[in-house]
């Protein structure tokens, strides 16, 4: 059975930093491409990061691009987002998907990050 | 950026009776390699997001057949034949054929 789980999430103060974690299981990892999209509160979805299988490709939206980055460790399963500069707009549920034919065929049930002083 | 557009946003229904999901993108969804990258998610209260539709009209696994999609280049449709109550909660259409991948605004199904 495939499994994302994601961690990492919480209450931040405006321009500091954050790491999401995202572990999964029930597939080989290393042959995915994963991303990342979040989902404001009462809002809906935006695609945030994309990833290759080896990681050498990495695309960000314009809205994180210079703030955030995505990665993968294939020998752990897991795949990350470093959240940096974190600003208000930012607060939101943000979850860890696999891909599937230019789509998300799974999806994790979400980590919180909440950017408030 | 594509955008994706839906309509409507609301949309009541009763029991048993069919349902309908307008999407439009501004512009035409065919990749390069001569697919149409659109899918549907249905996303029920509090839950993640869940796909049903991918490639226009293909139903992943354990999607009851009640759910159907259509459409090409830029218009697209979701039906579901006969809403059931499971069937509540807010879905949305999705592109991804351009980077970055967006969505619609999303259509919230509440029975009447």
């Known amino acids: 059975e495939v499994q994302l789980v994601e961690s990492g999430g919480g209450l931040v103060q405006p321009g500091g930093s954050l790491r999401l974690s995202c572990a999964a299981s029930?597939?080989?990892?290393?042959?995915?491409?994963m991303s990342w999209v979040r989902q404001a509160p009462g809002k809906g979805l935006e695609w945030v990061a994309n990833?290759?299988?080896?990681?050498?490709?990495?695309y960000h939206v314009d809205s994180v691009k210079g703030r955030f980055t995505i990665s993968r460790d294939n020998a752990k399963n897991s795949l990350y987002l470093q959240m940096n500069s974190l600003r208000a707009e930012d607060t939101a549920v943000y979850y860890c998907?696999?891909?599937?034919?230019?789509?998300?065929?799974?999806w994790g049930q979400g980590t919180l990050v909440t950017v408030s002083s | 950026d594509v955008v994706m557009t839906q309509s409507p946003l609301s949309l009541p229904v009763t029991l048993g009776q069919p349902a309908s999901i307008s999407c439009r993108s501004s512009?035409?969804?065919?990749?390069?390699?001569?697919?149409?990258?659109l899918s549907w998610f249905q996303q029920r209260p509090g839950q993640s997001p869940r796909r049903l539709i991918y490639?226009?009209?293909n139903r992943d696994s354990g999607v009851p057949d009640r759910f159907s999609g259509s459409g090409s280049g830029t218009d697209f449709t979701l039906k579901i034949s006969r809403v059931e109550a499971e069937d509540v909660g807010v879905y949305y259409c999705?592109?991804?054929?351009?980077?970055?991948?967006?969505f619609g605004q999303g259509t919230k199904v509440e029975i009447k």
């Open positions: 490639k226009v009209s």
């Open positions: 990833i290759n299988q080896g990681g050498t490709e990495k």
């Open positions: 512009q035409s969804l065919i990749y390069s390699d001569g697919n149409t990258y």
């Open positions: 029930g597939f080989t990892f290393s042959s995915y491409w």
């Open positions: 999705m592109q991804g054929t351009y980077w970055p991948w967006t």
């Open positions: 998907g696999r891909h599937g034919t230019r789509s998300c065929d799974y």
